[in-house]
DNA sequence: ATACTTTCTTAACCTAGGTTAAGCACAAAA
DNA sequence: TTTTGTGCTTAACCTAGGTTAAGAAAGTAT
């Protein structure tokens, strides 16, 4: 599995000995798309890293409305935080938009490489420090851009997504609806001629 | 500066000497309200701990609004994660609110202190896991509960900012005008009755 | 005490985005 | 091939929250 490999060695430096020990931890999977690998109520056990395919994590309100949390695409790391440090019941789903192969690390195991590999623990002290600073860069834009701006920036940050993924979807990702995101699309469309 | 420690501790536990190398590396200083530590544009050194006094980060958009990204008491950390990690020109302000004691961290002294004390690594990281839970939550209610029930939430997880700071500091943490703040504050009490 | 600044409130009016509902265009079943 | 979904669009109407403006209240500095 070189790529998850690569993916950390952009941090941390692994020894061939380490490479095999990390390698040893991990699990492969398959699965089709709109396959639910995690609901709300139940206690994520991994952390998902996505070899091809693509995977969103969402919550569902009162109101039975979506939201999107996160998308996953190639390279990138799903879960549901909360409920994986904690080990309680979650309030997310995880969800395969698009054929995945995963590789997946349980809980235990990412705990005994922290110690087994202490440079695995900076590895994803960065990852995480680097969606730490994602998410308040979302939040502040949620708060002070328009529907508009968010996505415009959503096409910025994430172009091959818009071709993947139904556009409801990223309504729920910027929150609107999708009524509201198809009404806004023309209008810019019109606004660019 | 029992307090750092103690916060610390709850996390992982440091030798005698570690907490001297540890408190060797720190820097204590004292500021009036109103302070500005960091501007937009600048470069984040620090981590600030609040030692006392109550302190927030915000940025300001083109319309001069202003949007609060976090507000730290005693016993919180503070900083602009991303110029800190990158190291490169930040987009907040770092400001004082009410007269506060605060150590300071050096990311140079971070960083050797991951190397000569691999548990504050640790530490760090579950620091960093937490902060990304409570943003994740903090963005998932921004798109899918109402003003009120945030401000409801708000409450019930700051009881004590309530006393503390201008109410329109809380108005712009949950994303709304300080009029609009007001109105719907009055209203709520009007229902309660 | 007085003046000056900042915060809070209220009210009239406005708008970005939500809601409801209907029709259309696909794709997947059957 | 019909049916049954699922997603997209459009349009009429609605509402949460924003804007502007002005006065009251409460700090802060002189």
Redesign the pocket.
């Known amino acids: 599995m070189p790529l998850i490999i690569d993916s950390i060695e952009k941090h941390v430096l692994l020894t061939p000995e380490e490479k095999e020990l990390f390698a040893s931890k991990l699990e492969i999977q398959q699965h089709k798309a709109k396959t639910i690998l995690l609901s709300p109520g139940e206690i994520c056990q991994y952390s998902y890293f996505v070899n091809s395919g693509v995977l969103r994590s969402f919550n569902i309100n009162d ?1 039975i ?1 979506e939201h999107v949390l996160q998308f996953a695409c190639k390279g990138w790391w799903i879960g549901d935080m909360y409920s994986l440090i904690s080990q309680k019941p979650g309030n997310l789903f995880i969800e395969v938009l698009e054929d995945a192969e995963l590789v997946l690390l349980s809980k235990e195991n990412q705990e005994q490489l922290y110690i087994e590999i202490p440079k695995l623990e900076r590895f994803f002290r960065i990852l995480i420090e680097n969606s730490l600073v994602a998410h308040q860069e979302r939040l502040m834009d949620n708060l002070s851009l ?3 701006e968010r996505f415009d920036k959503f096409c910025k940050r994430y172009p091959d997504l818009m071709q993947k993924i ?4 990223i ?1 729920s990702y910027i ?12 209008r810019m469309l019109k606004n660019k001629i």
Chains 1, 2 share one sequence.
């Open positions: 109101n409305v328009s529907a508009e139904p556009q409801k979807q309504a929150g609107v609806t999708p009524e509201f995101f198809s009404k806004m699309k023309s």
